[in-house]
């Protein structure tokens, strides 16, 4: 049970390679019943795309730490929150040229008084994960993954992903 | 059931159309924020439609790609063709203002299993919101070019908007407020509730956009039914 966990935490997301599905956040419970092992997960958008290829390797993952018999269970509640992702994967995540997420505050789903109506979190700065300036800009609220959008340092002219909120 | 159909369809139909514009935005990173808000939207409708299909005793792709246009339950504002960039903005903000409350309101409902995507779902369209309003100030507070065509889609749509609320008119004055604000703040005037009011979508009878949108959405899977990667 013990070596099952572990070894099915050591799964990393094939998106954000640097990370591993328990740091993410992502990995919510691994039980064994007698040969049966079963692994719920959550995603982190409805439509990410990695979780097919996150299934796979969890199962590979416990067949090679002596499970045959695993069940990769979706739960959706309670909702992923960037909040969950851990201080070590913020860390790794930083440490790849990723900014981490600023807090994501509530359920996201009461009305705001955001300036264009919208309930988003709004981060006033993302220091840059390169050369720790706060001097920088969103280019895009969306990125190269469903979970990121792509900013740009002004200081070091990096332009980089920073995880959003969620 | 019906509700999680419906939903559903909206969710899939507006992937389909958003998907459309890939490569064809105005610049390289909105073709990125319309395809991730089509891939959102696409995840939630195979939720939805699993849901759904569980209980129709159908799967998610015969859903998706078996069902002719009256079996679509989906409203009309997301079949609409996106006759320029700015009906595409005007569609998707009223839409994810829509879709938002929806969701929000339905993530405390009694469907627990609804209610964890909902849930899930309330987080990502509030992105949705938050760029589609974006825009919508952008253009309409512009040049005089992007103010006048930006103020003519939304004309266009109004009268679209209607149905969202068919089934749950206790939403139209949140929505209202939220609308009212941006296009207050985007220089736009909102329109005349006129006596037309398009609707049908939630009981099956389609523009004929529908049509040519599940044509080249289905093509495939009806060419090489069961095939796989």
Redesign the interface.
């Known amino acids: 049970m013990t070596s099952l966990h572990a070894a099915v935490a050591e799964v990393v997301d094939p998106e954000l390679r640097v990370v591993t599905i328990e740091e993410l956040g992502i990995l919510r419970a691994v039980t064994v019943d007698g040969e049966r092992a079963t692994v719920t997960i959550t995603?982190t958008?409805?439509?990410?795309?990695a979780m097919d290829v996150i299934r796979a390797d969890i199962v590979a993952a416990a067949r090679r730490a002596g499970y045959p018999v695993v069940s990769v269970v979706t739960?959706?509640?309670?909702?992923?929150?960037t909040d969950q992702i851990s201080a070590t994967g913020r860390e790794k995540l930083a440490a790849a040229g990723i900014a981490p997420p600023g807090p994501a505050g509530g359920?996201?789903?009461a009305?705001?008084s955001?300036?264009?109506?919208?309930?988003?979190p709004v981060r006033l700065s993302v220091r840059c994960p390169r050369c720790g300036s706060p001097d920088t800009e969103q280019?895009?609220?969306?990125?190269?993954t469903?979970c990121k959008a792509?900013w740009r340092c002004r200081t070091c002219t990096e332009p980089f992903d920073a995880v959003?909120p969620? | 059931m019906t509700d999680v159909l419906g939903l559903g369809d909206d969710a899939l139909i507006a992937a389909q159309r958003l998907a459309q514009w890939c490569a064809r935005a105005p610049e390289l990173?909105e073709d990125?924020?319309l395809?991730?808000?089509a891939?959102?939207?696409?995840?939630?409708a195979?939720?939805l439609l699993s849901y759904a299909g569980e209980v129709l005793g159908r799967d998610e792709d015969q859903l998706a790609f078996l069902r002719t246009d009256r079996e679509f339950r989906n409203v009309l504002l997301v079949e609409l063709p996106d006759r320029d960039f700015a009906v595409l903005i005007a569609k998707l903000f009223f839409l994810s203002?829509y879709q938002?409350l929806r969701?929000?309101a339905l993530?405390s409902g009694a469907d627990?299993r609804l209610?964890?995507?909902a849930?899930?779902?309330?987080?990502?369209s509030?992105?949705h919101?938050?760029?589609s309003?974006?825009w919508t100030?952008r253009l309409g507070d512009g040049t005089d070019v992007s103010h006048a065509r930006m103020q003519a889609a939304v004309d266009e749509v109004w009268p679209y908007t209607h149905e969202l609320f068919d089934e749950v008119p206790e939403l139209r004055a949140?929505w209202l407020?939220?609308v009212d604000?941006?296009l207050a703040?985007a220089t736009l005037t909102r329109p005349q509730d006129e006596t037309w009011k398009p609707g049908g979508g939630r009981q099956g009878v389609h523009t004929e956009a529908l049509s040519y949108l599940l044509a080249e959405m289905q093509v495939l899977h009806r060419a090489h039914p069961g095939a796989r990667w």
């Open positions: 995603p958008y409805s439509g990410c795309p739960a959706l509640s309670p909702a992923w929150s359920s996201g789903s009305g705001g955001a300036p264009a109506g919208g309930p988003v280019l895009n609220r969306f990125g190269s469903a792509l959003k969620l | 990173e990125v924020a395809a991730n808000i891939l959102d939207q696409l995840g939630t195979r939720l203002a938002h969701y929000g993530s627990e209610a964890g995507i849930a899930k779902a309330v987080k990502e509030a992105y919101l938050d760029h309003a974006q100030v949140p407020s939220t604000g941006v703040e």
